[in-house]
């Protein structure tokens, strides 16, 4: 194996590594914080917060989305970006944000989401730049993007580099996709459609979204 070679083996491990404590971050109970202090008897408890913030909406009739934060943690998200955008060699100027956008297909048939430039907007309050939902399939194919293959089909598999994504009837699909910028979605004004469609804050506890990920009953669905 090459130094190349090696380096990319490397860097495509600990991506992996990093989506998958990612999964256990959202899916399992709060734990410890470790790495901001060093070890002591007098070191603080720390655990992921109790509650995350939901942005839910009719993207089309029969399709819901869900965006929400990867980890649900401001740490371990911005963790989770930076190792993306320096994947991606992204400029600092240019860093892209990721979220965890959630599909429930509540009609009777496939529903199809277009990942396009624009298809779901953030805007916040504070009068910052709104960001967008970036299709990176199309950067990928124009050969503006040129991530190692690894990498490429880490992020193809996490919905990142999909142009769309089909639904069946009564599933759901799990997706990490990227923005233009990553916004505090616990403190923008609104998200929205690039039709117009607004989605609308919800929070919620870990607890909950972890039972709407692993088994999304079309009660729960009806709950959001």
């Known amino acids: 194996m090459t130094r190349d070679e090696w380096s990319q083996a490397l860097f495509v ?4 590594a990093l989506v998958t404590a990612g999964l256990v971050w959202v ?14 008897a007098m070191k603080p408890r720390r655990s992921a917060p109790a509650e995350v913030t939901l ?18 943690d401001p740490k371990p998200d911005a963790e989770h970006d930076a190792q993306l955008n320096e994947g991606l060699g992204r400029e600092a100027a240019d860093l892209l944000g990721f979220y965890r956008l959630l599909l429930f297909n509540t009609s009777e048939e496939v529903k199809r989401f277009t990942l396009a430039d624009g298809a779901i907007v953030v805007i916040p309050a504070d009068g910052a730049e709104t960001v967008r939902l ?20 880490t992020l193809n598999r996490l919905g990142a580099l999909r142009d769309v994504v089909d639904v069946p009837a009564g599933q759901r699909a799990n997706l990490v996709v990227a923005f233009s910028g990553r916004r505090d979605l616990a403190t923008v004004r609104a998200v929205e459609t690039a039709e117009g469609r607004t989605f609308r804050r919800l929070p919620r506890t870990r607890a909950e979204l972890r039972r709407l990920i692993a ?5 729960r669905i009806r709950d959001l």
Do not use: M, S
């Not at 899916?27 to 002591?40: K, M, N, Q, T």
């Not at 088994?215 to 009660?219: E, F, H, N, Q, S």
């Open 13 to 16: 491990t600990a991506t992996i």
């Open 27 to 40: 899916l399992g109970p709060g734990r410890r914080g470790a790495g901001d202090d060093e070890p002591g």
């Open 55 to 72: 942005w839910v909406g009719e993207i089309e009739p029969g399709l819901k989305g869900v965006l929400t934060t990867v980890y649900g």
């Open 134 to 153: 970036k299709n990176l399939a199309a950067d990928l194919a124009a050969g503006r993007l040129e991530p190692a293959p690894g990498l490429q089909f």
């Open 215 to 219: 088994d999304p009953r079309a009660d």
